[in-house]
Protein backbone atom coordinates (compact mmCIF):
# COMPACT_ATOMS: atom_id res chain seq x y z
CA UNK A 1 0.00 0.00 0.00
CA UNK A 2 1.24 3.43 -0.91
CA UNK A 3 0.64 6.73 1.09
CA UNK A 4 -1.20 7.49 -1.82
CA UNK A 5 -4.17 4.62 -0.91
CA UNK A 6 -3.76 5.89 3.13
CA UNK A 7 -4.08 9.39 2.52
CA UNK A 8 -6.85 8.88 0.04
CA UNK A 9 -8.59 5.60 0.16
CA UNK A 10 -10.34 4.63 -3.50
CA UNK A 11 -9.02 7.81 -5.45
CA UNK A 12 -7.44 8.25 -7.90
CA UNK A 13 -5.08 11.71 -8.62
CA UNK A 14 -7.25 12.85 -12.16
CA UNK A 15 -6.69 16.85 -12.04
CA UNK A 16 -3.16 18.23 -10.90
CA UNK A 17 -3.33 21.47 -8.97
CA UNK A 18 -2.69 23.44 -12.58
CA UNK A 19 -5.49 22.28 -14.27
CA UNK A 20 -7.49 22.83 -11.53
CA UNK A 21 -6.42 26.60 -11.02
CA UNK A 22 -6.15 27.27 -14.62
CA UNK A 23 -9.84 25.62 -14.71
CA UNK A 24 -12.04 27.64 -12.16
CA UNK A 25 -9.61 31.04 -12.69
CA UNK A 26 -10.49 30.50 -16.79
CA UNK A 27 -14.43 30.34 -15.61
CA UNK A 28 -14.61 33.04 -13.35
CA UNK A 29 -13.16 35.44 -15.63
CA UNK A 30 -15.39 34.41 -18.70
CA UNK A 31 -18.46 34.42 -16.67
CA UNK A 32 -17.13 38.32 -15.43
CA UNK A 33 -16.50 39.41 -19.02
CA UNK A 34 -19.99 37.88 -20.30
CA UNK A 35 -21.43 39.65 -17.88
CA UNK A 36 -19.45 42.83 -17.48
CA UNK A 37 -19.76 43.33 -21.30
CA UNK A 38 -19.07 47.18 -21.83
CA UNK A 39 -15.67 46.75 -23.38
CA UNK A 40 -13.97 48.86 -20.33
CA UNK A 41 -10.50 48.80 -18.64
CA UNK A 42 -11.79 45.90 -16.07
CA UNK A 43 -13.82 43.99 -19.18
CA UNK A 44 -10.13 44.43 -21.41
CA UNK A 45 -7.90 43.60 -18.70
CA UNK A 46 -9.80 40.38 -17.57
CA UNK A 47 -10.26 39.23 -21.20
CA UNK A 48 -5.92 39.25 -21.51
CA UNK A 49 -6.09 37.52 -18.15
CA UNK A 50 -8.18 34.95 -19.83
CA UNK A 51 -5.91 34.49 -22.86
CA UNK A 52 -3.03 34.60 -20.65
CA UNK A 53 -4.75 31.32 -18.76
CA UNK A 54 -5.08 28.97 -21.80
CA UNK A 55 -1.99 29.64 -22.93
CA UNK A 56 -0.17 28.56 -19.54
CA UNK A 57 -2.31 25.75 -19.47
CA UNK A 58 -1.51 24.47 -23.16
CA UNK A 59 2.19 25.56 -21.75
CA UNK A 60 1.68 23.31 -18.54
CA UNK A 61 0.38 20.59 -20.98
CA UNK A 62 3.44 20.25 -22.71
CA UNK A 63 5.51 20.08 -19.39
CA UNK A 64 3.44 18.16 -16.75
CA UNK A 65 2.84 14.30 -16.33
CA UNK A 66 -0.31 12.31 -15.85
CA UNK A 67 -4.24 13.95 -16.55
CA UNK A 68 -2.65 17.34 -17.77
CA UNK A 69 -0.61 16.42 -20.37
CA UNK A 70 -0.96 16.83 -24.22
CA UNK A 71 -1.39 13.19 -24.88
CA UNK A 72 -4.43 13.48 -23.14
CA UNK A 73 -5.29 16.53 -25.15
CA UNK A 74 -5.30 15.52 -28.92
CA UNK A 75 -9.07 15.21 -30.54
CA UNK A 76 -9.24 12.43 -32.83
CA UNK A 77 -12.55 11.69 -34.57
CA UNK A 78 -11.76 8.14 -34.88
CA UNK A 79 -11.26 7.74 -31.06
CA UNK A 80 -14.40 9.42 -30.85
CA UNK A 81 -16.82 7.13 -32.56
CA UNK A 82 -15.42 4.16 -31.09
CA UNK A 83 -15.97 6.06 -27.81
CA UNK A 84 -19.68 6.42 -28.54
CA UNK A 85 -20.10 3.03 -30.12
CA UNK A 86 -18.97 1.90 -27.22
CA UNK A 87 -21.57 3.42 -25.06
CA UNK A 88 -19.68 6.59 -23.65
CA UNK A 89 -18.05 4.19 -20.85
CA UNK A 90 -16.44 6.31 -17.37
CA UNK A 91 -13.54 7.87 -17.95
CA UNK A 92 -11.03 9.07 -15.55
CA UNK A 93 -9.08 11.77 -17.75
CA UNK A 94 -10.85 13.79 -20.41
CA UNK A 95 -13.37 11.55 -22.87
CA UNK A 96 -12.52 11.81 -26.27
CA UNK A 97 -16.37 13.42 -26.62
CA UNK A 98 -15.85 16.41 -24.14
CA UNK A 99 -12.21 17.01 -25.70
CA UNK A 100 -13.73 18.75 -28.51
CA UNK A 101 -15.58 20.73 -25.97
CA UNK A 102 -12.49 21.46 -23.89
CA UNK A 103 -11.09 22.85 -27.44
CA UNK A 104 -14.11 25.33 -28.72
CA UNK A 105 -13.86 26.81 -25.34
CA UNK A 106 -9.85 27.35 -25.66
CA UNK A 107 -10.10 28.55 -29.41
CA UNK A 108 -13.61 31.15 -28.76
CA UNK A 109 -11.65 32.83 -25.78
CA UNK A 110 -8.35 32.84 -28.00
CA UNK A 111 -10.14 34.76 -30.67
CA UNK A 112 -12.02 37.17 -28.11
CA UNK A 113 -9.17 38.43 -26.84
CA UNK A 114 -7.61 38.71 -30.56
CA UNK A 115 -10.31 40.79 -31.95
CA UNK A 116 -11.10 42.71 -29.03
CA UNK A 117 -7.31 43.76 -29.27
CA UNK A 118 -7.06 44.22 -32.80
CA UNK A 119 -10.44 46.36 -32.71
CA UNK A 120 -8.37 49.27 -30.71
CA UNK A 121 -5.75 49.04 -33.19
CA UNK A 122 -5.86 52.62 -35.26
CA UNK A 123 -6.41 51.03 -38.58
CA UNK A 124 -9.65 50.07 -37.27
CA UNK A 125 -10.31 53.43 -35.50
CA UNK A 126 -14.43 53.70 -36.16
CA UNK A 127 -15.28 50.68 -37.69
CA UNK A 128 -17.94 48.23 -36.11
CA UNK A 129 -16.95 45.23 -37.93
CA UNK A 130 -14.54 43.43 -35.24
CA UNK A 131 -16.59 44.19 -32.16
CA UNK A 132 -19.49 42.93 -33.94
CA UNK A 133 -17.53 39.39 -34.68
CA UNK A 134 -16.33 39.57 -30.88
CA UNK A 135 -20.25 39.47 -30.10
CA UNK A 136 -20.74 36.98 -32.07
CA UNK A 137 -17.72 35.25 -30.75
CA UNK A 138 -18.89 36.25 -27.38
CA UNK A 139 -22.45 34.52 -27.88
CA UNK A 140 -20.76 31.11 -29.38
CA UNK A 141 -18.70 31.10 -26.47
CA UNK A 142 -21.77 31.42 -23.91
CA UNK A 143 -23.88 28.64 -26.23
CA UNK A 144 -20.32 26.71 -25.73
CA UNK A 145 -20.47 27.01 -22.02
CA UNK A 146 -24.14 25.97 -21.67
CA UNK A 147 -23.46 22.65 -23.24
CA UNK A 148 -20.07 22.28 -21.17
CA UNK A 149 -22.24 22.51 -18.22
CA UNK A 150 -25.10 19.59 -19.48
CA UNK A 151 -22.17 17.63 -20.52
CA UNK A 152 -20.64 17.80 -16.91
CA UNK A 153 -24.16 17.69 -15.73
CA UNK A 154 -25.55 14.55 -18.10
CA UNK A 155 -22.42 12.44 -17.21
CA UNK A 156 -22.19 13.25 -13.97
CA UNK A 157 -25.59 11.07 -13.85
CA UNK A 158 -24.70 8.59 -15.93
CA UNK A 159 -21.55 7.20 -14.12
CA UNK A 160 -22.60 8.49 -10.45
CA UNK A 161 -19.81 10.50 -9.96
CA UNK A 162 -19.75 14.18 -8.90
CA UNK A 163 -17.37 15.81 -11.49
CA UNK A 164 -17.68 19.24 -10.50
CA UNK A 165 -16.17 17.83 -6.93
CA UNK A 166 -13.68 15.96 -8.98
CA UNK A 167 -12.61 19.58 -10.56
CA UNK A 168 -12.41 20.81 -7.28
CA UNK A 169 -10.06 17.68 -5.32
CA UNK A 170 -8.46 16.99 -8.27
CA UNK A 171 -9.73 12.88 -7.39
CA UNK A 172 -12.05 10.10 -9.12
CA UNK A 173 -12.71 7.21 -8.07
CA UNK A 174 -10.53 4.26 -9.41
CA UNK A 175 -11.54 2.70 -12.43
CA UNK A 176 -14.49 -0.30 -12.30
C1 LIG B 1 -17.26 29.94 -18.12
C2 LIG B 1 -17.28 28.80 -17.54
C3 LIG B 1 -16.40 27.59 -17.86
C4 LIG B 1 -15.42 27.39 -18.79
C5 LIG B 1 -14.91 28.39 -19.83
C6 LIG B 1 -14.93 26.04 -18.61
C7 LIG B 1 -13.93 25.46 -19.35
C8 LIG B 1 -13.40 24.19 -19.16
C9 LIG B 1 -12.22 23.65 -19.78
C10 LIG B 1 -11.35 24.41 -20.79
C11 LIG B 1 -12.03 22.39 -19.32
C12 LIG B 1 -10.85 21.47 -19.63
C13 LIG B 1 -9.91 21.50 -18.43
C14 LIG B 1 -8.45 21.22 -18.72
O1 LIG B 1 -8.09 20.14 -19.19
O2 LIG B 1 -7.64 22.13 -18.47
C15 LIG B 1 -13.11 22.10 -18.41
C16 LIG B 1 -13.29 20.91 -17.74
C17 LIG B 1 -14.26 20.71 -16.79
N1 LIG B 1 -15.18 21.64 -16.31
FE1 LIG B 1 -15.41 23.51 -16.96
N2 LIG B 1 -15.62 25.44 -17.59
C18 LIG B 1 -16.52 26.37 -17.10
C19 LIG B 1 -17.39 26.20 -16.05
C20 LIG B 1 -17.54 25.05 -15.34
C21 LIG B 1 -18.42 24.87 -14.20
C22 LIG B 1 -19.32 25.97 -13.61
C23 LIG B 1 -18.29 23.57 -13.80
C24 LIG B 1 -19.00 22.84 -12.69
C25 LIG B 1 -20.25 22.86 -12.48
C26 LIG B 1 -17.33 22.93 -14.66
C27 LIG B 1 -16.92 21.63 -14.58
C28 LIG B 1 -15.93 21.05 -15.33
C29 LIG B 1 -15.51 19.66 -15.19
C30 LIG B 1 -16.12 18.63 -14.22
C31 LIG B 1 -14.48 19.45 -16.10
C32 LIG B 1 -13.76 18.12 -16.35
C33 LIG B 1 -14.51 17.42 -17.43
C34 LIG B 1 -14.10 15.98 -17.54
O3 LIG B 1 -14.35 15.22 -16.58
O4 LIG B 1 -13.52 15.62 -18.61
N3 LIG B 1 -16.89 23.86 -15.60
N4 LIG B 1 -13.93 23.21 -18.30
C1 LIG C 1 -12.93 35.96 -22.41
C2 LIG C 1 -12.76 37.01 -23.17
C3 LIG C 1 -13.86 37.94 -23.58
C4 LIG C 1 -15.23 37.80 -23.56
C5 LIG C 1 -16.04 36.60 -23.09
C6 LIG C 1 -15.80 39.04 -24.09
C7 LIG C 1 -17.16 39.27 -24.24
C8 LIG C 1 -17.71 40.45 -24.75
C9 LIG C 1 -19.11 40.69 -24.93
C10 LIG C 1 -20.23 39.71 -24.58
C11 LIG C 1 -19.25 41.96 -25.46
C12 LIG C 1 -20.56 42.66 -25.86
C13 LIG C 1 -20.77 42.48 -27.36
C14 LIG C 1 -22.05 43.10 -27.84
O1 LIG C 1 -22.54 44.06 -27.22
O2 LIG C 1 -22.55 42.62 -28.87
C15 LIG C 1 -17.94 42.52 -25.58
C16 LIG C 1 -17.66 43.79 -26.05
C17 LIG C 1 -16.39 44.35 -26.13
N1 LIG C 1 -15.20 43.73 -25.78
FE1 LIG C 1 -14.98 41.83 -25.09
N2 LIG C 1 -14.78 39.91 -24.40
C18 LIG C 1 -13.58 39.29 -24.09
C19 LIG C 1 -12.31 39.81 -24.25
C20 LIG C 1 -12.03 41.12 -24.66
C21 LIG C 1 -10.69 41.67 -24.78
C22 LIG C 1 -9.38 40.93 -24.46
C23 LIG C 1 -10.82 42.93 -25.20
C24 LIG C 1 -9.61 43.78 -25.42
C25 LIG C 1 -9.45 44.85 -25.88
C26 LIG C 1 -12.26 43.22 -25.37
C27 LIG C 1 -12.83 44.39 -25.81
C28 LIG C 1 -14.17 44.63 -26.01
C29 LIG C 1 -14.72 45.89 -26.51
C30 LIG C 1 -13.93 47.15 -26.86
C31 LIG C 1 -16.12 45.70 -26.58
C32 LIG C 1 -17.16 46.70 -27.10
C33 LIG C 1 -17.88 47.37 -26.02
C34 LIG C 1 -18.88 48.38 -26.60
O3 LIG C 1 -18.47 49.50 -26.82
O4 LIG C 1 -20.02 47.97 -26.86
N3 LIG C 1 -12.97 42.07 -25.03
N4 LIG C 1 -17.01 41.58 -25.14
Given at each position: MTREDIDHPGRLPAWDWAVRLCHWLLASLVAFNLIADDGGWWHRALGYAAVAVVMLRLTWACLA?????MATLKPSLRETLAYLRAGAPRRVDHDPLGLWMVWLLWLLVLLLGLTGWMSRWDMFWGEDGLLIVHGWLADALLVAVLLHLLGVLVMSLVWRENLPAAMVTGRKRHPE
Open positions: SGGAR
